[in-house]
């Protein structure tokens, strides 16, 4: 079983900057790729990025390019998602998926990323 934690959310002004972090823990498990999603209201959960462990290969969805980075370190099972040039329609949950070797995938409880003045 492997447990999936995110930190960083929180409420910034447009324009501002947020770091996620999104850590994996367990027993025997390998890492394959980590990924971020997010959650609109009353919507389906949509791709934000994700990172290989053997790339790293990064990918983001279009409407974050060039405004979020995603990186991880390995040495921890960790992943972080750096969203700068925030706007409203970035609010969201922003959930932090693990996929491991077994092709489980674990899913994070979400952290709220409020963008607002």
């Known amino acids: 079983q492997v447990q999936v934690v995110e930190s960083g959310g929180g409420l910034v002004q447009p324009g501002g900057s947020l770091r996620l972090s999104c850590r994996a823990s367990g027993s025997s498990f390998r890492m394959l790729t980590m990924a971020w999603y997010r959650q609109f209201p009353g919507k389906e959960r949509e791709f934000v990025a994700q990172i290989d462990w053997s790339g790293p290969n990064p990918t983001y969805a279009d409407p974050v390019k060039g405004r979020f980075t995603i990186s991880r370190d390995g040495t921890k099972n960790t992943v972080y998602l750096q969203m700068n040039s925030l706007t409203p329609e970035d609010t969201a949950v922003y959930y932090c998926?693990?996929?491991?070797?077994?092709?489980?995938?674990?899913w994070g409880q979400g952290t709220q990323v409020t963008v607002s003045s």
């Open positions: 998926a693990a996929v491991v070797l077994s092709a489980n995938t674990y």
